[in-house]
């Protein structure tokens, strides 16, 4: 069965040329893409249908993202611009001008007011989101800035270069905060845990290292790549690290790799891409859905869904002819096991529920939840 099982759920084609980034809405229901052909794409991400085709670049579009809010997407460009999109409606709200060479990052900040740009010219400029007007641009960098996110109180903005340092400024001051090095090549993508405790950082020296945001101390080194890694991404829960590359398994790696985050083991390794990965994201959401597989061939059966929250156990009945599921929903479900269909839907808890578990006889589904009660 492992050898049959495919990790890719959907497809997104369209394109004319290479995909340069990827983002999710904040409420995992639009992934927002861009590419070399001058373009940046919505789609729904249930169904893979195309939503927008938003064009106005004039050259290939670098970085993709969504306002904290999830109502507008900011896209740069090598043609040194930086445009804010209605992401209902597709429509132009805003032109970013000034930087003087191609724009490689871009952030907003936790509040959505501030948008923070990286570019080649070696400067990071801060925008204010609702006028559009610069209000400071941080200097003094010795080679292009490739990377930039911001800390979740707003203050802080950090950043990458191509001189092989991560560096922490204050957004108000433009004072330098901290320095963290240890790369032997160039950084090619920082990400923050979703608590901003750990800044994961990724290099062409096939290593990615988990930094403590407060202290600047390397908590984990993970390595495994056998090429540079082009792109970084914790999981919703900060639990895992994705990692993509250009390898193969040795020539151009082409893998994602998923880390413990608190271990630094290897958790899995997401192969058979066509070319090299250049961008990754986690749904904010998961897939909220049960899958069911023949276990002889390797196929699906079924897919169950309506829970609202990540699914986080299943146990069949000993009869096998229903299926119980649990969920952050704070709900337990009951599946027809051979139709698929909902049977009954058990409330009461009133947190995350961790475990079912069904008698032996079949008449009763225990759930146990993190409200610390156990439910019969």
């Keep these: ?17 290479s995909v340069t980034a990827v983002a999710f809405s904040p409420d995992g229901q639009t992934i927002a893409s861009a590419s070399c ?58 032109v970013l001008e000034g930087h003087q060479d191609s724009v490689t990052a871009v952030a907003f900040s936790p509040d959505g007011q501030i948008i923070a740009s990286a570019s080649h010219d070696k400067t990071i400029r801060l925008w204010d989101t609702a006028s559009g007007a610069e209000k400071q641009v941080l200097e003094g960098h010795q080679d292009s800035v490739t990377a930039v996110a911001f800390l979740p109180d707003g203050q802080t903005v950090v950043f990458a270069s191509h ?3 991560i560096r922490l400024r204050d957004t108000a001051s433009g004072a330098k905060k901290q320095v963290l090095e ?29 930094w403590d945001t407060a202290s600047g101390a390397k908590k984990q080194v993970l390595e495994g790549h056998q090429d540079s890694v082009t792109a970084v991404a914790f999981s919703p829960d900060g639990q895992t690290v994705a990692s993509a590359s250009h390898d193969e398994t040795s020539s151009r790696d082409r893998t994602i790799r998923l880390w413990d985050a608190a271990s630094g083991a290897e958790k899995q390794v997401l192969e058979g891409r066509r070319d090299w990965v250049a961008a990754l994201a986690f749904s904010p959401d ?26 986080n156990a299943v146990a069949f009945s000993p009869d ?31 947190l995350t529920v961790t475990a079912v578990a069904f008698s032996p006889d079949g008449q009763t589904v225990a759930s146990a939840s993190r409200d610390n009660t156990i439910r019969l």
């Design 286 to 311: 998961r897939q909220k859905t049960i899958q069911l597989w023949d276990a002889a061939s390797g196929t699906k059966k079924q897919t169950l869904g309506g829970h609202q929250g990540w699914v």
């Design 1 to 17: 069965m492992q050898e049959s099982w495919d990790p890719c759920i959907q497809v997104l084609e369209g394109y004319q040329d």
């Design 163 to 165: 001189n092989k340092i």
């Design 320 to 350: 096998r002819q229903t299926i119980a599921s649990v969920s952050r929903d704070k709900i337990i479900r009951l599946w027809d096991a051979a139709s698929g269909t909902e049977k009954q839907v058990l409330e009461g808890h009133w």
């Design 182 to 210: 240890g790369y032997q090549l160039r950084v090619t993508a920082v990400a923050f845990s979703p608590d901003r405790q750990i800044i994961a950082s990724a290099s062409y020296d096939k290593i990615i290292r988990l």
């Design 37 to 94: 052909d001058k373009t940046i794409r919505l789609w729904d991400a249930a169904s893979g249908a195309k939503k927008q085709v938003l064009g106005g670049h004039q050259d290939s579009v670098t970085t993709v993202t969504f306002s904290p809010d999830g109502q507008t997407v900011v896209s740069a460009s090598r043609d040194k611009i930086i445009w804010l999109w209605d992401a209902a409606s597709g429509a132009k709200k805003q």
